[in-house]
């Protein structure tokens, strides 16, 4: 069993293992709900992990629904304010924070994604693949269909091209100069229509 808790102790768990994917997310919500430049996270099945202690702790915060639904869900004990798992909405998995867990959970960081919104403060180094928006949203898409998409990483120069061309984060928020690639991508899809 890997062991986690938060930063209080008041919240425990226990994982049976993950085989992933370990995901660095840079997305705008993920990197406001940690206070870092990306949250760390793992995806576990739902029957591998259970909380031990402190279930009466757990607080939830769902973001409002800014581009399309599941909502952005954060939780967190509500003693400390530690992040701890988050289901999906069926419960069928569980996102983990890395940060959280106690003990080695065998498995490291496969990918930096959402990286198209990364922090301009925060140089990615480690030499991971990087996946944009459209990448990880194509790779989740065909996993849930099946099919195998090809995945080609991102250059660091390549993913600020993309960057300049998406207006919305991962998880719906506005972008700060999004009226400017707003106007860019309704130019794009009325070229496109015709």
């Known amino acids: 069993?890997?062991?986690g808790s938060c930063l209080c102790g008041g919240v425990k768990f226990e994982i049976r293992g993950s085989?992933?994917?370990?995901e660095l997310c840079h997305c705008n919500r993920c990197r406001k709900a940690t206070g870092s430049a990306f949250a760390a996270g793992l995806r576990v099945r739902g029957e591998d992990l259970r909380i031990v202690q402190g279930q009466e702790l757990i607080k939830t915060f769902k973001a409002p629904i800014i581009?399309?639904?599941?909502?952005?869900t954060n939780r967190f004990c509500g003693r400390c304010g530690s992040p701890v798992p988050v289901p999906s909405d069926d419960a069928s998995w569980f996102e983990v924070p890395a940060g959280a867990l106690d003990d080695d959970p065998k498995i490291r960081p496969d990918k930096h994604i959402y990286i198209d919104f990364k922090s301009p403060w925060y140089s990615v180094s480690d030499g991971l693949p990087q996946m944009t928006k459209s990448q990880i949203q194509a790779s989740r898409r065909a996993v849930v269909s099946g099919k195998e998409i090809p995945f080609r990483p991102l250059s660091t120069?390549?993913?600020?091209?993309?960057?300049?061309?998406q207006a919305i984060d991962a998880h719906g928020r506005q972008e700060p100069d999004g009226?400017?690639?707003?106007?860019?991508?309704?130019?794009?899809?009325?070229?496109t229509d015709r």
């Open 179 to 191: 009226v400017r690639m707003r106007a860019r991508r309704t130019a794009r899809s009325a070229s």
């Open 1 to 3: 069993m890997i062991k």
């Open 67 to 72: 581009d399309a639904p599941p909502p952005y």
């Open 19 to 22: 085989k992933g994917p370990f």
């Open 157 to 165: 120069r390549a993913a600020g091209r993309e960057r300049q061309l």
